[in-house]
Nanobody
Framework: QVQLVESGGGLVQTGGSLRLSCAASRSIFSFTAMGWYRQAPGKQRELVAK???????NYADSVKGRFIFSRDIPKNTVFLQINSLKPEDTAVYYC????????????WGQGTQVTVSS
């Protein structure tokens, strides 16, 4: 069974930073891409950032210049450094692995709560 476990969320003031982690039970290269998504109550889940197998990253316009996606391949872990936080960044942040083992199957973590106070 493939498992993704997020950690690192918390309560932070506007302008603060957090480092989110996603530990996978399999190599991150088992997936076509790894992504970070977020969802606030009553709102749809949105893509925040994505990293491809070759290390290329893509970011939502709302977080460009503030969030950084990185990975530690031997540890099967990806990270999202979230900086210059704003109240609108408040959400549950989810780790996603898509295209598992050459399929169209995706897996999700349980999420980690990020709350930004103003």
């Amino acid at each position: 069974q493939v498992q993704l476990v997020e950690s690192g969320g918390g309560l932070v003031q506007t302008g603060g930073s957090l480092r989110l982690s996603c530990a996978a039970s399999r190599s991150i290269f088992s997936f076509t891409a790894m992504g970070w998504y977020r969802q606030a109550p009553g709102k749809q889940r949105e893509l925040v950032a994505k990293i491809l197998g070759d290390g290329r990253t893509n970011y939502a316009d709302s977080v460009k210049g503030r969030f950084i996606f990185s990975r530690d391949i031997p540890k099967n872990t990806v990270f999202l450094q979230i900086n210059s936080l704003k109240p609108e960044d408040t959400a549950v942040y989810y780790c996603n692995g898509e295209g598992y083992s050459g399929s169209s199957r995706s897996y999700w973590g349980q999420g980690t709560q990020v709350t930004v106070s103003s």
